[in-house]
């Protein structure tokens, strides 16, 4: 009748339509908002608002959250052998800024963690010194000098499973392989000088006191350069897992030429050949022929958040974050894309941007739903721009097992979920 | 006074050595130890200088036959490594896989890869077995070198490797390596102004982690080292 096509009707009619629709299948949020309803996270008094919790002292060494537990490090079994000589990751996913806690730096072992007494453990420097000596930790400690810098130790093989295409489904495993914390110690230069390094003495061997007496061949340039020697991380002694009580600090470099158990250094004229430089820690190419001491680990970086363990929840506005680094020097700035590659935005860095340390970045942007293909490509300060896998490839083939600095492509579906996989 | 005359020609000799310090500070900085730490003995040294390069430095006296070898290999290492060396389950293969390195799938061997033979001595020495390192005679590791280059068709059966024959090894692969060469090859990485619009027509996926489905408990998957 003339009623219902009068103006006032049609939009009332229009009206309950919508809200008998928005009652009847779409999200529960929207009924609410019709009728809303007190949060009981508000309106009822909790147990912690209500009793006494626990006083100073319950826990003289504090640990997370209990509902945190979940954010551990984890390791993949089928990789290895044995968990001994094995790896495990750091759950980059659920991390932020650039220090990585101490509890959940990625642990990578070739004989398990040695368990090492400060007051037996010794540091010897011989070979092609003046004077071969042997330091106690409290010498070690009373050293003029001391120094503590932020650096990143990435594992040569971080992301190496990802070679032939994408294999692990979270940053966590495609990238966990990575802790960057603050060290405290002394140059390494300082004790080398205290032995009095002769001129033929080229090259350094360092030696860990675990029982795969771990070797590894460095050139005494670097060496006198920036090396250390670490008894701390991050405020404290190091953990046990990261060589306690004395590590070397090798900033830049891959991660296994940093000794753990640190307890003989001796100095040559010509590297060693040791096995973790000669069958592991070489770089086999396309052509059957391999790279040795490829030393510097590239510049690299990943998003962090969202990936496929930390999917996107919410339309509307969300945060890109990632971390980036190279051992290179500093970094420069961090472009991301939403559309796999074919538009790039800047990233905004925010804390610390220290050379050889990781730095954190970030993309504030609107998700309308639409389906994504993110990636983050680092660029340091010497102008090296971080490769795609493929570009790698073309140089590399797939049986180098290290050094995989490829940019990593995230998929994100309309309904958040995310997932590892490689574009054209 | 004579402690007076003395202090006084210790103060006069203190100036003197002050003026000379001076001067030799302009010079160049003096390297005056801090005086932390304390001299190693050759024991010391000894008990702890394990290493072995390629050209035989470090080498202890001793030897070793390949029928030697294989005895302690059967005994000490067949459990993981396996009788013919072709590893037991997940554990290192030690030989064969010659001609491989430039295939799909490599297998890279003590015979097939490794450069030198003074590394297998060496690190067998140092963290072999796995789990009782460090527990051989240098005639053991001499034998079990010997038994694994006969393995590796590198020496004949009866072969004995000793401190004296060891630089006559030359390993297969010796020539296989050279120096990292990222900054030469790689060059190209190395961009001033990297695309940022428009950069690509279509993307599309090409493959995809979840369809291979290894993450984290499955017990298949690829070997990393």
């Known amino acids: 009748m003339t009623d219902n096509s009068s103006p006032t009707a049609a939009s009332r009619r229009s009206f309950l339509r919508t809200a008998a629709f928005a009652g009847a299948g779409l999200a529960t949020g929207a009924a609410q908002a019709q009728t809303p309803k007190p949060d009981p996270a508000i309106t009822e008094v909790p147990d912690w608002t209500r009793y006494l919790g626990p006083g100073v002292q319950n826990a003289p060494y504090g640990s997370p959250s209990k509902f945190e537990k979940h954010i551990v490090r984890q390791d993949v079994e089928w990789l290895t052998a044995s968990r001994e000589s094995s790896v495990n990751f750091t759950p980059l996913h659920a991390l932020d800024g650039v220090i990585t806690p101490s509890g959940l730096c990625f642990e990578r072992h070739h004989s398990g963690v040695a368990e090492v007494d400060p007051a037996k453990h010794r540091l010897m420097i011989h070979g092609l010194v003046d004077k071969p000596l042997v330091f106690t930790m409290e010498d070690l400690k009373r050293f003029p000098g001391r120094i503590n810098h932020a650096y990143f130790l990435e594992c040569a093989a971080n992301s190496g499973m990802e070679w032939r295409g994408a294999q692990l489904n979270g940053c966590q495993f495609t990238h966990g392989m990575i802790h960057n914390v603050w060290y405290h110690g002394l140059p390494l230069k300082t004790l080398l000088d205290e032995a009095g390094v002769k001129p033929k003495g080229k090259w350094l061997l360092a030696e860990g006191a675990d029982s795969a007496a771990m070797t590894r061949s460095i050139p005494m340039e670097k060496a006198l350069k920036d090396c250390m020697i670490a008894w701390g991380m991050n405020g404290e002694a190091l953990r046990p897992e990261q060589g306690y009580p004395l590590r070397l600090v090798v900033p830049g470099w891959e991660g296994n030429m940093w000794v753990k158990w640190l307890r003989r250094l001796e100095v040559g004229d010509e590297p060693w050949e040791q096995r973790e430089e000669t069958s592991k820690y070489t770089d086999l190419l396309a052509d059957g022929r391999a790279r040795r001491f490829t030393w510097i680990m590239d510049a690299k970086s990943v998003v962090t958040s969202p990936s496929p363990q930390a999917p996107l929840v919410q339309k509307g506005p969300n945060v890109i974050t990632g971390v980036a680094w190279s051992g290179r020097g500093r970094m420069q700035r961090i472009d991301v894309t939403l559309d796999g590659g074919k538009n790039w935005t800047t990233a905004r860095l925010d804390g610390p941007n220290l050379p050889l340390s990781m730095v954190r970045f970030y993309l504030d942007f609107d998700w309308d739903g639409r389906e994504m293909l993110i990636q983050s490509r680092a660029m340091d300060e010497t102008g090296y721009v971080q490769p795609t896998k493929e570009e790698l490839r073309k140089v590399r083939g797939v049986n180098s097992i290290y050094h995989n600095n490829g940019i990593q492509t995230w998929l994100v579906r309309s309904n958040g979920e995310t997932e590892n996989v490689e574009i054209s | ?225």
Request: with cysteine.
């Open chain 2, 1 to 225: 006074m004579s402690r007076f005359r003395n202090s006084l020609i210790s103060g006069l000799m203190l100036g003197t050595l002050l003026v000379f310090a001076g001067g030799a500070l302009q010079a160049e900085p003096a390297k005056k130890p801090i005086g932390l730490g304390r001299v190693a003995l050759p024991e010391e040294i000894a008990a702890w200088d394990i290493d072995i390069r390629p050209d035989g430095q470090g080498l202890p006296p001793g030897k070793g036959s390949v029928k030697e070898g294989e005895e302690v290999f059967l005994n000490q290492c067949a459990a993981c490594h396996g009788e013919f060396g072709e590893g037991a389950g997940r554990w290192p293969v030690l030989v064969g896989g010659r001609g491989t390195l430039d295939k799909d799938n490599p297998d890279k061997t003590i015979g097939s890869y490794w450069p030198f033979a003074s590394t297998t001595f060496d690190y067998i020495r140092r963290a072999m077995p796995f789990g009782n390192a460090q527990s051989l005679t240098a005639d053991e590791t001499y034998a079990l070198t010997a038994f694994l280059l006969n393995m590796n068709d590198i020496v004949k059966d009866d072969f004995v490797l000793s401190r004296e024959n060891f630089s006559s090894l030359k390993m297969p692969n010796v020539g296989g390596f050279y120096d990292d060469d990222r900054e030469t090859t790689e060059k190209a990485f190395w961009k001033k102004n990297p695309c940022m619009k428009d950069c690509k027509p279509e993307v599309s996926v090409l493959n995809r982690a979840r369809v291979i489905d290894v993450t984290p408990d499955s017990k298949t998957g690829p070997k990393v080292e």
